[in-house]
Structure formats: structure tokens, C-alpha cells
């Protein structure tokens, strides 16, 4: 089992930063591929970035490209998640997750969930 725990959610207006932190426990964790997704108001969950093992190879949501940073620090046990120039469509609670080996943008392949941090951006 891998425990996952989310914070650094909150209030921000548009044009903001805000940083999110996963910490993640029970296994080693250089062992898993990490993820953020997000699910705002009424809408499905969506996938956000995505780091490998070491951190190497990072995906993005095109929704995000440019403007969030992914990273992970494995001495640690975290991976997070620096959102620059938030928009108000950047409303929603954001997920960490975690699987083994492959890079996925696909939600149902994340083994592992936090409950989530809410991340609320006024215009």
C-alpha cells in the first residue's frame, strides 16, 4: 500500500502561484510514476502532469503547458506541483496518484489516491 497526503491547497486570485505538495508513504516511492489530477465543479476527473521514476520525463495537460511544473524529490518521499499564472478555470480539488513503472495520462491506471487538496481561484 502507498499512502498519499496533499497540501499547499487554498485561496488565490487569478494571476497567482500556488505550490502543492504530495507526501507519499509505505513503499519506496523512487518505485512509482506520479500524477496530479484535478476534478472541478461537475466535471470528470482530469489528468494534470505526470513525473517518472527519477523524474526525468514529464507529461502535461495541454490545459497546463507552460504554466504548471511537475517535480519530484525522492530523499523525501514528494512530488509537487508548482501552478503559475492560475486561472479561474483552475478551480477544482487537486489529486496526487501513484503507479508502478509506465507514464500514464489515464486515471483509472493510478493504483493509489490522496483525498485531495482544493485549489480555489478568484477572478
Known amino acids: 500500500q502507498v499512502q498519499l497526503v496533499e497540501s499547499g491547497g487554498g485561496l488565490v486570485q487569478a494571476g497567482g502561484s500556488l505550490t502543492l505538495s504530495c507526501a507519499a508513504s509505505?513503499?519506496?516511492?523512487?518505485?512509482?510514476?506520479m500524477g496530479w489530477f484535478r476534478q472541478g465543479p461537475g466535471k470528470e476527473r482530469e489528468f494534470v502532469a505526470t513525473?517518472?521514476?527519477?523524474?526525468?520525463?514529464?507529461l502535461y495537460a495541454d490545459s497546463v503547458k507552460g504554466r504548471f511544473t511537475i517535480s519530484r524529490d525522492n530523499a523525501k518521499n514528494t512530488v509537487y506541483l508548482l501552478m503559475n499564472s492560475l486561472k479561474p478555470e483552475d478551480t477544482a480539488v487537486y489529486y496526487c496518484?501513484?503507479?508502478?513503472?509506465?507514464?500514464?495520462?489515464?486515471?483509472?491506471?493510478?493504483?493509489?489516491w490522496g483525498q485531495g487538496t482544493q485549489v480555489t481561484v478568484s477572478s
Open positions: 513525473i517518472s521514476l527519477l523524474g526525468s520525463n514529464k
Open positions: 496518484a501513484a503507479k508502478r513503472l509506465v507514464l500514464t495520462t489515464v486515471p483509472g491506471e493510478y493504483d493509489y
Open positions: 509505505g513503499r519506496t516511492f523512487s518505485n512509482y510514476v
